[in-house]
Structures are given as structure tokens and as C-alpha cells.
Nanobody, 120 residues
Framework: QVQLVESGGGLVQPGGSLRLSCAAS????????MGWYRQTPGKLRELVAV???????NYANSAKGRFTISRDNAKNTVYLQMNSLNPEDTAVYYC??????????????WGQGSQVTVSS
């Protein structure tokens, strides 16, 4: 079993920055992808950014040029640096990890969600 703990959400003014972190722990055999999704009321959860074990990244168009995803494999931690935030970025951000816990199958795991609010 893999547990995810997120940190770093909060309230920020338009144009500001926030950094989200997500640490994975437990009986981890290997972590494949790590990433971030976000969701607003009444909408489906959407991709923000993902990163593979080797560091290949993929971003939503809305995140390109403003957000940077990175990971520390030694710490099983993924980060999302968010710059130039605007009110449309307001959402609950969920950490995502695709991993094998112990000798189990590849499984998707989700964090508890972090509220990011961009408002003046």
C-alpha cells in the first residue's frame, strides 16, 4: 500500500506563486508516473502535469510556461511550482502516483487534495 501526503496549498493573489509537494510512502516497489490533477465544482478532474520516472514531462496547455513539475526519486516526492497564477487556477489539486506497492500490480494512488485559491 502507498500513502500520499500533500502540502503547500493556500491563498495567493493573482500573479503570485505557490509550490505544491507530495510525498509517497509505504511499501513501495517502484513509482512510475507522478503528477498533479485539479478539479473545480461541477467539473471533471483534469490533468495539470505529469512526470515519468526518467523525468519526461507532460503539461496541460493551461500550465505550459507557468507551472513546472519535478520529482525527487530518492525522496519519492513530486513538486509543482506554480507561477503567474490567475483566478482560473483556483481548484483542488490532487497528487497522482502510479506505482507498485510491494509485489502488487501497478495501481493509481491519489492524494487527499490541496485547495489552491487565487484571489485578490
Amino acid at each position: 500500500q502507498v500513502q500520499l501526503v500533500e502540502s503547500g496549498g493556500g491563498l495567493v493573489q493573482p500573479g503570485g506563486s505557490l509550490r505544491l509537494s507530495c510525498a509517497a510512502s509505504g511499501n513501495i516497489f517502484i513509482i512510475y508516473q507522478m503528477g498533479w490533477y485539479r478539479q473545480t465544482p461541477g467539473k471533471l478532474r483534469e490533468l495539470v502535469a505529469v512526470i515519468t520516472h526518467s523525468g519526461i514531462t507532460n503539461y496541460a496547455n493551461s500550465a505550459k510556461g507557468r507551472f513546472t513539475i519535478s520529482r525527487d526519486n530518492a525522496k519519492n516526492t513530486v513538486y509543482l511550482q506554480m507561477n503567474s497564477l490567475n483566478p482560473e487556477d483556483t481548484a483542488v489539486y490532487y497528487c497522482y502516483v502510479a506505482a507498485r506497492g510491494g509485489m502488487g500490480p501497478r495501481t493509481d494512488y491519489w492524494g487527499q487534495g490541496s485547495q489552491v485559491t487565487v484571489s485578490s
